[in-house]
């Protein structure tokens, strides 16, 4: 089942896109897996993920570790860490 994933801010301005939809290979559990997943693909996502525990991750819109499950999930958004006050 195809998973849609987001990017925001820095992490689309690397990647070059706002969003897509990716099938994922077997093996991909967790947020964890997702993000070393997308870091070795090609473009700008080596670039946009050299530092996966920075980034933070929703699942369908509730905000989660990078331990959690993607299980039957059908959008994560991946956003910067927040800076500023």
Not at 16 to 40: F, M, N, R, Y
Not at 50 to 67: C, F, G, K, L, T
């Amino acid at each position: 089942m195809p998973m849609k994933l987001v990017y925001f801010a820095w992490v689309r301005e690397r990647i070059g896109l706002a969003e897509e939809e990716v099938q994922l290979p077997s093996g991909i559990v967790t947020v964890s897996d997702l993000l070393h997943w997308l870091k070795g693909r090609e473009g700008g996502y080596a670039e946009a993920l050299q530092a996966p525990e920075v980034i933070r991750v929703a699942i369908d819109q509730e905000h989660v570790d990078h331990s959690e499950p993607i299980g039957g999930a059908t959008e994560i958004a991946l956003f910067p860490p927040m800076t500023g006050g």
